[in-house]
């Protein structure tokens, strides 16, 4: 599904693909036209890798978000039971009570040396993927809270499952 929000977080479906075909149409480039017609600023996804790729062929210009509700579940798998609460009120407070960029920064940067020695794989994976993570607080306060997962889109998939 792609789903556009505007300034002030209102949602439109632009295009909706079923299947294998999704993958097919944006690796080929053929975005929909409805969505060729708006400025495209960003895009979310969560671990699909070919998506992310293929967005950014079609918008070079285009800022990419990781979807940061799929991140903490995933490092959530990875952690073990003892420590999941501590490390999962952890990095809800850096990334979901904070909207100054220096200080998430600052305040994962002590997650990271809390948690290197016990975690160092998961720790990395973080790293290398902050800056994705983060590119949400590049925009206007408004706009955070639409892109920071893509729960919005999985939603309206069940909605239509549903109905």
């Known amino acids: ?18 299947g294998a075909a999704r993958k ?10 409805a969505l060729q017609k708006r400025r495209t600023r960003w895009g979310v996804f969560d671990c699909l890798s070919w998506l ?5 062929t079609v918008y070079p210009k285009a800022d990419v978000q990781r979807c940061v509700v799929h991140r903490v579940r995933k490092t959530l798998h990875c952690i073990r039971r003892k420590d999941q609460l501590e490390v999962a009120e952890e990095l809800k407070l850096i990334f ?20 290197s020695s016990k975690y160092p794989r998961e720790n990395k994976s ?8 983060l590119t949400l ?11 920071y997962s893509t729960n919005a889109i999985k939603c309206t998939i069940k909605e239509i499952r549903n109905n």
């Not at 097919?24 to 929909?32: C, E, K, L, T």
């Not at 992310?52 to 950014?56: D, G, I, L, T």
């Not at 904070?98 to 940067?109: A, G, P, T």
């Open 1 to 18: 599904m792609i789903l556009g929000v505007d300034k002030e977080g209102y949602r439109e479906i632009f295009d909706f693909f079923v």
């Open 52 to 56: 992310e790729k293929a967005f950014q």
């Open 24 to 33: 097919r149409i944006w690796m080929a480039g053929d975005s929909s036209i």
């Open 96 to 115: 979901y009570l904070h909207r100054n960029k220096e200080i998430v920064i600052q305040m994962f940067q002590q997650f990271e040396s809390k948690w």
């Open 137 to 147: 607080m590049d925009y206007p306060s408004s706009i955070p809270s639409v892109i």
């Open 126 to 133: 973080w790293g290398n993927e902050l800056d994705v993570i």
